[in-house]
């Protein structure tokens, strides 16, 4: 009873770097969400999916990209990594948007050196 | 422009005391209110939610408490036990779907003896 993965839990970047985080869902949710934690900031969307093949920008989308070529799968790509991409990342799904429980991954620590 | 306003960002109760934590939001298409709790190294998860159809919903020591009229609404912990310190976001979102949930900042609770 997988839930939610994220692929890696840790990672330390240079700046510059490019990486790709990897989300996937085993319990057939239409919705993934990509959203980053920091101290005092809550939760802010970066990415969004409603459907396989779809994505919607979030409320901090800059120098993130993201793809949902399979409806398990979420993938987030930093290009060019900078040190205020420094956070926790965590992914979430759900069956519908919106107005369901979302199901959230155990999240990426991700560093920029 | 911050949708949902989340106070206090930290909080101290002591065992056995009433944790009181409040959430206003702007937006009045809003009609799904959940609670989600998030423990140290994990992803958060679901604690309760409420619609707009009632104005309170209670789940053993967990109640929101929600007031439309002023846009608010509230969650409180009876009987705080030390195993319920942790962060504590509120959300919104409209049920009607295709909007992703909008998050405050979070409430980190500590429970002390």
């Known amino acids: 009873n997988a839930g939610v993965t994220q692929t890696p839990k840790f990672r330390v970047l240079k700046t510059g770097q490019s990486m790709t985080l990897l989300c996937a869902q085993d319990?057939?949710?239409?919705?993934m969400y990509w959203y980053r934690q920091d101290p005092g900031m809550g939760l802010r969307l970066i990415h969004y999916?409603?459907?396989?093949?779809?994505?919607a920008k979030g409320e901090v989308p800059d120098g993130y990209n993201v793809s949902r070529l399979k409806k398990q799968n979420f993938l987030l790509g930093l290009e060019s990594a900078a040190p205020s991409q420094t956070s926790v990342y965590f992914c979430?799904?759900?069956?519908?948007?919106?107005?369901?429980?979302?199901?959230f991954g155990q999240g990426t620590r991700l560093t920029v050196v | 422009q911050q949708q949902v306003k989340q106070s206090p960002q930290s909080l101290i109760v002591q065992k056995g005391g009433i944790s009181i934590i409040n959430c206003a939001y702007e937006?009045?298409?809003?009609?799904?209110f959940p609670w989600y709790q998030q423990f140290p190294g994990k992803g958060p998860a679901l604690l309760i939610a409420?619609?707009?159809?009632?104005s309170e919903k209670k789940e053993g020591r967990f109640t929101i408490s929600f007031n439309k009229s002023a846009k608010q609404f509230s969650l409180h912990i009876m009987d705080s036990q030390p195993g319920d310190s942790a962060t504590y976001f509120c959300?919104?979102?409209?049920?009607?779907?295709?909007?992703?949930?909008?998050f405050g900042k979070g409430t980190r609770l500590s429970v002390i003896a």
């Open positions: 319990m057939n949710h239409e919705y």
């Open positions: 979430a799904s759900e069956p519908t948007g919106g107005n369901t429980e979302a199901f």
């Open positions: 937006n009045t298409a809003f009609d799904y």
């Open positions: 999916s409603v459907g396989e093949g779809t994505t």
């Open positions: 409420i619609r707009p159809d009632v």
């Open positions: 959300a919104a979102s409209k049920d009607s779907g295709n909007t992703p949930l909008v």
